[in-house]
């Protein structure tokens, strides 16, 4: 009997529930808008922007408690940035890069540690704003207008003489590049938020007391590896775009 009590208090055929294809839209005149993405969306910024005022509200020489956190978080964002993108240039990319680690990261883990089907909505469910693939598409479609605009403010339009280099014939493979850049990074996104809470969900409904938990943790670690591949390779092509193929030994001879 307590058993079953206790079941039927968390209703876990309830949070083991995963809608797919079915979302909740704002319709604004003629515009639809995607409002789960809207609300969760806002939410992670909210809290990113709430621990940004809190760490600067009032700066300390030694930094104690959410400031200590925030700049070692600037550190690692900064180190991240100029490993990829090297000492001279690293500088103006760290707010994109830091922008980009931070909501990724925040985003993951709302999904992880929030019971967001909690909240019932009239249609679909709410999850992390990283589990629909719009969300990774757009942070994708951004990284892709961030290093084209690298490489041309840069070099201007020899920056598309790399299309062509070391050999027109290989034009078609340099433009396929710049099409499978995007679409890897926001698939590879997508597609493990959302392997990792269709996992959680499964064992949820098979084995609902402690299996899960173990699970829940290494989707923690996952996700927080997630948000670092993604700010990586953003980096990454950030850099090259910058570089070039072999760009400044070019330009030193």
């Given amino acids: 009997m307590l ?30 808008l995607h409002g789960q993405v809207f609300l969760t969306s806002w939410f992670v910024i ?7 005022l809190a760490a600067t509200r009032n700066i300390q020489k030694i930094p104690t408690g959410i400031q200590n956190f ?11 940035a100029k490993n990829q993108i ?4 690293y500088r103006p990319w760290v707010p994109f890069i830091g922008t980009l680690f931070l909501f990724i990261f925040v985003s993951n883990w709302s999904g992880a540690l929030i019971p967001w089907k909690l909240i019932r909505l009239p249609e679909g469910e709410l999850a992390a704003p990283t589990n629909d693939i719009n969300t990774t598409v757009a942070l994708a479609l951004l990284t892709s207008l961030a290093y084209f605009y690298a490489g041309f403010s840069k070099k ?12 027109p014939i290989l034009l078609p493979i340099a433009i396929l590049e710049d099409f499978t850049k995007p679409l890897s990074l926001s698939f590879r996104l997508f597609g493990n938020i959302l ?17 899960p938990l173990p699970v829940m943790a290494l989707g ?30 070019h330009e030193a001879h």
């Fill in 3 to 32: 058993n079953s009590s206790v079941l039927n208090t968390f209703n876990y055929k309830f949070l083991a529930s995963l809608e797919v294809g079915h979302h909740f839209y704002w319709q604004l005149g003629n515009l639809k």
């Fill in 156 to 167: 201007g339009l020899r920056y598309f003489t790399k299309y062509i280099e070391p050999t």
């Fill in 220 to 249: 923690l670690f996952t996700s927080a590896i997630q948000a670092l591949v993604f700010a990586t390779l953003a980096a990454a092509y950030i850099h090259e775009a910058l570089e070039g193929h072999g760009g400044e030994e």
């Fill in 195 to 211: 392997a990792d809470e269709l996992v959680v969900a499964v064992l949820v409904l098979l084995v609902p007391l402690f299996v």
């Fill in 46 to 52: 909210g809290i990113l922007v709430i621990a940004s």
């Fill in 70 to 80: 925030m700049e070692y978080a600037l550190e690692f964002i900064r180190d991240l």
């Fill in 86 to 89: 090297g000492e001279k240039e």
